[in-house]
């Protein structure tokens, strides 16, 4: 008589071995995922604060602001040269009246002192990277695109289409974190670049974590502070009392989708 045969296979405690280590490994990716995530938004906080450093180092050393410094001590720091149409010392063109303007008074244009902002703090080592778009003509920053845009400004650690921007309105300076654009004429268009996670971590790592008060404010263009609307999946905050962002994914449509452009007060 044959002896019967034998079946191999997992017993059931090796399956359950099995099935735990798998929950481990998935387990630890996503932690892995959750971690690099938020390494990447520290460094995004960290960019804020080391261009602020920058500026304030400028100022101290060169007495006036990147892009703003007065035309004679650009030209005597050779940070442009006398022929400049971009640097002329006319208002927005290294004026040196404190305010980093577009080629005008109150100008938000990607031209004059806005572009010289980054080209000032690269050229003098106070920031990594060099701009040198921000050149000599007076039209530096037309037809900007996303493969382009980082000739003139420095790109976010968030993601590659995202930059950053500085600008004056009221009196005061603002960095602006979005997708960056222009057209013929220099003029900027932003658009929504940060996730509504991204921008409540952000402004509750800097600020008071709420999208429309503080130094950190969700925007629709460089003027308008985002209005919010209930369950809408293209606006990055509530219209609730107060307003909060739409972290959601049944707000935003998915938790990656990117609605939010952001605000923040400057230190200088």
């Known amino acids: 008589m044959k002896p019967a045969a034998k079946h191999s296979g997992f017993t059931l405690v090796e399956l359950a071995i099995v099935l735990v280590l798998i929950g481990l490994i998935v387990g630890a990716v996503l932690v892995g995922q959750d971690l690099v995530k938020a390494a990447t938004i520290r460094s995004s906080v960290g960019e804020f604060e080391k261009y602020n450093a920058a500026a304030t180092t400028f100022r101290g050393k060169y007495g006036g602001l990147p892009g703003d410094l007065s035309q004679p001590k650009a030209v005597e720091f050779n940070l442009s040269a006398a022929a400049d149409a971009n640097a002329t010392g006319a208002v927005g063109l290294r004026d040196g009246n404190g305010l980093i303007e577009g080629g005008a008074a109150g100008a938000s244009n990607l031209i004059g002192e806005i572009a010289l902002f980054w080209k000032d703090l690269g050229a003098t080592g106070l920031i990594a990277g060099t701009y040198p778009a921000a050149g000599t003509t007076l039209a530096t920053g037309a037809n900007v695109t996303a493969a382009t845009v980082s000739g003139y ?34 003029a900027v268009t932003p658009a929504n670049a940060v996730t509504a996670f991204e921008a409540k971590t952000i402004d509750e790592k800097m600020d008071d974590g709420l999208p429309t008060s503080g130094v950190v404010v969700s925007m629709t263009d460089l003027v308008t502070t985002n209005p919010g609307a209930a369950a809408a999946s293209t606006v990055c905050n509530t219209n609730a009392t107060p307003s909060l962002y739409n972290v959601s994914s049944a707000a935003t449509g998915a938790a990656e989708t990117q609605v939010c452009q952001l605000r923040l007060n400057t230190a200088f």
Request: no cysteine; net charge positive.
């Open 153 to 186: 400004l420095p790109r976010s650690r968030l993601r590659e289409t995202i930059a950053h921007f500085v600008y004056s309105a009221q009196g005061r300076h603002y960095f602006y974190l979005a997708a960056i654009t222009t057209d013929g004429a220099a």
